[in-house]
T-cell receptor
Framework: GAGVSQSPRYKVAKRGQDVALRCDPI?????LFWYQQALGQGPEFLTYFQNEAQLDKSGLPSDRFFAERPEGSVSTLKIQRTQQEDSAVYLCASSLVNLAGNTGELFFGEGSRLTVL | GENVEQHPSTLSVQEGDSAVIKCTYS??????FPWYKQELGKRPQLIID?????GEKKDQRIAVTLNKTAKHFSLHITETQPEDSAVYFCAASGGGQGAQKLVFGQGTRLTINP
């Protein structure tokens, strides 16, 4: 399809396990974002890539969270030693960077719902 | 960094009436203000956006107004319909080092009563 694709859609992990969430952005979109959305809350920024460069990771809650986009397309968000407070929907979004370099429309994926038991 | 406050958290209106959702932001350098609609279990989708060089933008039944001096912006939905029921999020971006990320409000759950 032409939209942002995320997998898995649902992930149940035992506390302490490592998880990896994948995002396949819209072809040609240079900007890629990861957001965390807790139940009943707005999306919270985690990290931002422009092509393969991670330009902002100020929202990553701890060093257990790691994101990469090695070839400037597909991105993976990895959470090590998961804890119950990591339970949330992880949204990936991509966008074109307009000529002014400012944020354009973000196209979101359906999200990966992580439940840590 | 940017902080976005949104209210009300829930809003219930009769079908055909208007709905207004308000947001305030803290970073005067922010220059892009989108609104996203999220239906239950679905992805957020952009419904309208405004940049800081205009004060109002309209698209059919939806309008957004921006007051840069007061640092607040609002979403107006007229002639509401049942399919407008969803959670709506405002967001802001464009300020300095935060220019490439959107900061979202907490969301407003809008219910349209038939």
């Amino acid at each position: 399809g032409a939209g942002v694709s995320q997998s898995p859609r649902y992930k149940v992990a035992k506390r302490g396990q490592d998880v990896a969430l994948r995002c396949d952005p819209i072809s040609g979109h240079v900007s890629l974002f990861w957001y965390q959305q807790a139940l009943g809350q707005g999306p919270e920024f985690l990290t931002y890539f422009q092509n393969e460069a991670q330009l902002d990771k100020s929202g990553l809650p701890s060093d257990r969270f790691f994101a990469e986009r090695p070839e400037g397309s597909v991105s993976t968000l990895k959470i090590q030693r998961t804890q119950q407070e990591d339970s949330a929907v992880y949204l990936c979004a991509s966008s074109l960077v307009n000529l002014a370099g400012n944020t354009g429309e973000l196209f979101f994926g359906e999200g990966s719902r992580l439940t840590v038991l | 960094g940017e902080n976005v406050e949104q209210h009300p958290s829930t809003l219930s209106v009769q079908e055909g009436d208007s709905a207004v959702i308000k947001c305030t932001y803290s970073d005067s350098a922010s220059n892009y203000f989108p609104w996203y609609k999220q239906e239950l279990g679905k992805r957020p989708q952009l419904i309208i956006d405004i940049r800081s060089n205009v004060g109002e933008k309209k698209d059919q039944r939806i309008a957004v107004t921006l007051n840069k001096t007061a640092k607040h912006f609002s979403l107006h939905i007229t002639e509401t319909q049942p399919e407008d029921s969803a959670v709506y999020f405002c967001a802001a971006s464009g300020g300095g080092q935060g220019a490439q990320k959107l900061v979202f409000g907490q969301g407003t759950r809008l219910t349209i009563n038939p």
